[in-house]
């Protein structure tokens, strides 16, 4: 049986994925600061973090796809997110794992060639720091030579637990492209993503690359 660790399995997008994984069949691992104590039928919930490399080498060993989807600004504490990169890909390289990244739509292009939502001036100046800092891990992972089998997942631009929508079972899939529908909407909901991000997992067809994901 396939192991899915999720760090932030608790937020929006990662519950959404411990939620397909399980109704999968798939074993799934949460990890978060603040488990709570309404844990989600089917999930083993610890409390950690992703800045703690000896967690993470221990999950790294015990997962087959250590997923990451956690807010990419700082912390309460400081830390940000790409500060833990180097020793969770450098874990999850050793032990020949996947990495599954949960990213934003910011990073994508609007038009081929650019420029990207975040360079766009209707971008909202109050999420530019989260937008950019998920940019920069995306690069990061582009740079990395660990080898680490990676994959970063961006969703439609309006996707969020202010935006959860209804399951279709259904979504299209992109590259490094905003994708919109006909009238202009670039949307998916929570299940679908997940839907995706867990199709992914099982049927591994992107390595090292970033994918976008909409209706």
Known sequence: MTTVAIFGGT?????AIADEAVNRGLSVISI??????EARPGVDARQGNVHDATLVE???????????SIRHASGEDGAALIDALPALA???????KRLGWVGGAASLY??????????????????KDEAGSAANVLEALRADTT??????????AGFGSYNPGVPTGAYRVGGDLLLTDADGKSEIS???????FVDEITSPAHHRTRFTVAY
């Open 190 to 196: 929570g299940a679908d993503f997940a839907l995706a």
């Open 32 to 37: 978060s600061r603040h488990p709570g104590s």
């Open 90 to 96: 450098a874990s999850v390289a050793k032990h020949g």
């Open 58 to 68: 221990q999950i790294a060993g015990e997962a087959d796809v250590i997923v990451v």
């Open 11 to 15: 937020g929006y997008a990662g519950g």
């Open 147 to 156: 080898g680490v089998d990676w994959f970063f997942v961006s969703p439609a």
């Open 110 to 127: 609007v038009a081929e060639g650019g420029p990207r939502l975040l360079d766009t001036p209707e971008f909202p100046d109050m999420f």
